[in-house]
């Protein structure tokens, strides 16, 4: 037995399993039977595997010499084990172990679970889905449930005849049982982990089957929604191509079919050759969505497809190093959607989800992007923006340091080298350094193993790094120091670049007008010091974008730090000009806000003129609809400008706008949402009971979330309490956490839906998926206002603590303090 509780022992390996399933979709429950073939690699007379919540029957043993023994497996709840003890010990060689069990379709939205769903014609349809990531396999089958087992899968399905069922591989046959049942078999996987094993049951129906180089691939949807499924066959086959391309190693599936599934936690999970999506992410009409929504099902697509390389072909050996599965999938589901779409420059884009993490990086209760994972529930809790974000922005800060090329001859060696096999983190270091020659190790150890970020500062020629922070902290603080910082530097005399690796010594750099972090990729905070700031400053229009987009995120990151004034803020963001890309907008847009909502009422007026001041110019500039030969990214920064005037901004020209559009329903996908926010907050009589009745109309997924996420914007207590309500009683499962979270982030009515959520922590419980708890709570941050009400949130969050993710939650309260200290402040700046 390893020194880990949770993880098995290694005497004993799993090679191929034959697993047949008979689900019951009206009782809610499932039998089955499995039988592992084993390869023993030390004598024992004790076997230990993953189950729980199954009802197992006795265990059969058949040793390689052919006895065979029967005994009953003892459970271990608390590690998630059955452990069979023999009379006789079982010899080193093969082995098949057999049993039949029962289980439960629960309704959590993990393991092998049930949901239902209304169609286009009214009907309640019922399915069954998978869920596997992390350690849910076991929940289904009796398994050896951690990465490091990869083994074979046969999978087997009894199901009704009127349904159609899918698995990781193609179906081999499909025989009618002569009475209401049908018995499909699939055909063997490669090798892998259980927690890519899927199966899936319903009312589906499926594209036309494309052939993409020799590898089949379809969209499977609920019926009537196939003209949603075009754009996904589109991104599919790009995505599948260009790896295949970059990787320069063939897709490792027989087939990629990838599902819409109508209740699911997570945004998509990458089975191999069956990859499950919420609907939102997969199903989509380019001609009604907005451009952030197309973009996402791109995005999405394409990190689910990498996934089939870096994460089913080669896959970590303990869950602390799901950082790089999840990391490297972000990292290059970016560079497939820019290589898709040159003209959304996703790079830039991804400024700001790679600041949203060093928002959480700059606490003291951040982690290091890899740590010691024991439990299932500790690797549940590393699915976070430091994972996906953080580690993907450094993987692109590591690929630009050491050339493109390089860096994907390194990822090429590391696939290769380690197929079908289980790695750790090391192993990607040692290829990239073989590759480069460079010292990928040193550099990355200092990025991965310690939490935090640099401060960059370049003052009187020298660049220094000192560890960022947003305040003091009030206890231990995770945030380390001496990184090795690769530092790009661009004079704006020259144009000419210079590299730097800066570590805990001052290094010396030449030049008088200088860009620090040039390109944007850098993950630290920049600082300049007076006179460089000052040669710098009269240049920040025409800097690249993505620098613009760094010069902002850390002047936000220094104001709500309160290191520098909002005036300061304010005048920089005045001096971006007219950017036509989102990101800088929606940096500046967030920071507002926060500063909405940490203003008095006598204070509005100030913060609703400073909006107009920075917004009006670009709604002016760009109008309210798209126009000939306009950039395919300035729709997103229309949509920041309405939403902020029609908001905050209280501006009468665009309220009048959303009301037209709203009552004659001629909402456009791009502004839609800015619209519905608008005219939420407007809150004229019956317009909260017709966003209801447009939610349950909607005509695509996105319709749907636009108006359903739109009712965290009516004003009233009593309607955010009755949209509270709601979540608990009639939305879907995987909705309700998100609207709860921004209903608990209204300015106005955020504590009294906190207080609400909390007083049916049982109903919690009982509702939704248990990784999904945290999101509930995810505006404890914005509490900033009241300090008793701030105490009495943290004593509860304290003595009630989530199951998963509660480090994200102390992130939370963490940065509520921090904001609450910067409210205080920029209340004296008004």
């Known amino acids: 037995m390893t020194a880990n509780p949770y993880r098995l022992p290694q005497s004993v390996w799993p090679t191929r399993y034959f697993i047949h399933l008979t689900p019951n979709l009206e009782t809610a429950t499932f039998d089955g039977e499995v039988t592992v073939e084993l390869d023993v690699r030390t004598a024992t007379s004790t076997i230990s595997f993953n189950s729980i919540e199954l009802e197992l029957g006795a265990v059969t043993v058949t040793a390689a010499n052919g006895s065979v023994e029967t005994q009953n497996a003892v459970l271990n709840e608390e590690f998630e084990t059955a452990t069979v003890s023999l009379a006789h010990e079982l010899p080193v060689g093969p082995a098949t172990l057999s049993l039949s069990f029962k289980g439960i379709l629960n309704d959590k939205l993990h393991g092998f679970y049930r949901s239902t769903y209304v169609d286009q014609d009214g009907v309640t349809q019922t399915i069954a889905t998978t869920q596997f990531e992390s350690t849910d396999a076991r929940r289904a089958f009796p398994c050896w449930d951690e990465p490091v087992f990869k083994a074979e899968y046969n999978v087997t399905l009894t199901v009704p005849q009127h349904l159609s069922a899918y698995s990781n591989s193609p179906e081999i046959s499909n025989t009618d049982n002569g009475d209401t049942t049908k018995t499909l078999v699939f055909g063997p996987t490669m090798k892998m982990s259980t927690y890519l094993v899927a199966f899936v049951v319903g009312p589906f129906e499926e594209s036309e089957t494309v052939d993409v180089d020799g590898v089949p691939l379809r969209i499977i949807f609920p019926k009537g929604k196939g003209?949603?499924?075009?754009?996904?066959?589109?991104?599919?086959?790009?995505?599948?191509?260009?790896?295949?391309?970059?990787?320069?190693?063939?897709?490792?599936?027989?087939?990629?079919?990838?599902?819409a599934i109508p209740d699911f936690a997570f945004g998509a999970m990458e089975n191999l050759g069956l990859v499950t999506y919420r609907e939102t992410a997969l199903l989509v009409d380019p001609a009604t969505a907005s451009q952030i929504e197309v973009e996402r099902v791109t995005e999405v697509i394409c990190h689910e497809i990498a996934h089939m390389w870096f994460g089913d072909l080669v896959t970590m050996e303990w869950w602390e190093g799901i950082w790089l599965n999840e990391a490297f999938a972000t990292f290059m589901a970016n560079a497939c959607t820019d290589a898709f779409r040159p003209e959304w420059r996703y790079w830039v884009g991804f400024g700001t989800f790679r600041d949203m993490a060093l928002q959480i990086d700059g606490?003291?209760?951040?982690?290091?992007?890899?740590?010691?994972?024991?439990?299932?529930?500790?690797?549940?809790?590393?699915?976070?923006?430091?994972?996906?974000?953080?580690?993907?922005?450094?993987?692109r800060m590591l690929q630009l340091f050491l050339g493109e090329d390089t860096f994907r001859d390194g990822i090429r060696l590391y696939l290769k080298k380690h197929a079908y096999a289980n790695t750790i983190t090391t192993d990607l270091w040692d290829a990239l350094e073989e590759a480069s020659g460079q010292p990928v190790r040193d550099i990355m150890n200092t990025w991965i193993l310690q939490g935090g970020h640099p401060q960059i500062t370049l003052e009187n020629g020298v660049l220094t790094q000192a560890p960022f922070a947003y305040g003091p902290a009030r206890g231990d603080s995770n945030i380390g120091h001496d990184w090795l910082v690769p530092v790009q530097v661009r004079s704006l005399d020259t144009g000419a670049v210079s590299n730097y690796l800066v570590g805990s010594e001052p290094v010396p750099v030449e030049g008088t007008s200088l860009v620090v972090n040039a390109g944007g990729s850098g993950v630290y905070r920049t600082r300049y010091g007076k006179d460089e700031l000052a040669a710098v400053a009269p240049h920040i229009a025409k800097l690249e974008e993505l620098e613009r987009v760094v010069i902002v995120a850390d002047a936000w990151a220094g104001l709500f730090s309160s290191n520098i004034q909002?005036?300061?803020?304010?005048?920089?963001?005045?001096?971006?000009?007219?950017d036509d890309n989102p990101a800088t907008w929606t940096t500046i847009a967030s920071a507002l806000e926060w500063v909405n909502r940490a203003a008095t009422d006598e204070q509005r007026d100030t913060v609703r003129a400073i909006v107009k001041e920075i917004f009006q110019p670009q709604l002016d500039r760009i109008g309210f609809d798209p126009r000939d030969g306009e950039d395919d990214l300035v729709p997103q920064v229309r949509a920041i400008a309405i939403s902020m005037l029609g908001t905050i901004g209280n501006s009468e020209q665009v309220q009048a706008e959303a009301q037209r559009r709203f009552d004659s329903n001629t909402l456009d996908g791009d502004t839609a949402r800015a619209f519905l926010r608008t005219v939420a907050s407007m809150n004229r009589p019956g317009d909260y009971d017709e966003f209801i009745r447009r939610y349950e109309s909607a005509g695509s997924p996105q319709e749907e979330q636009r108006y359903l996420m739109s009712l965290a914007d009516f004003p009233t207590e009593a309607q955010a309490i009755e949209t509270a309500r709601r979540c608990f009683d009639e939305f879907r499962g995987q909705d309700g956490p998100m609207l709860l979270g921004l209903l608990g982030a209204s300015r106005t009515n955020g504590p009294a839906v906190w207080r609400y959520m909390t007083s049916r922590m049982s109903d919690v419980q009982e509702k939704f998926a248990p990784n999904l708890h945290v999101r509930l709570f995810g505006g404890v941050t914005t509490y900033v206002n009241d300090a008793a009400f701030a105490e009495e949130v943290e004593k509860f969050h304290q003595a009630n603590p989530v199951a998963v993710s509660q480090r994200t939650l102390e992130q939370a309260l963490e940065k509520m303090h921090v904001g609450a200290n910067f409210a205080q402040t920029v209340r004296t700046q008004l």
Not at 566 to 578: E, H, N, P, T, Y
């Open 566 to 578: 909002l005036d300061d803020f304010v005048a920089i963001a005045k001096s971006i000009g007219d």
């Open 363 to 395: 606490l003291h209760s951040t982690r290091p992007i890899e740590y010691e994972v024991v439990s299932p529930s500790e690797s549940q809790g590393m699915f976070d923006l430091l994972t996906y974000e953080k580690g993907g922005s450094v993987l």
């Open 227 to 259: 003209h949603l499924s075009p754009f996904a066959i589109e991104v599919g086959s790009f995505a599948l191509r260009w790896f295949s391309s970059y990787f320069n190693i063939p897709y490792p599936g027989d087939k990629l079919d990838m599902i």
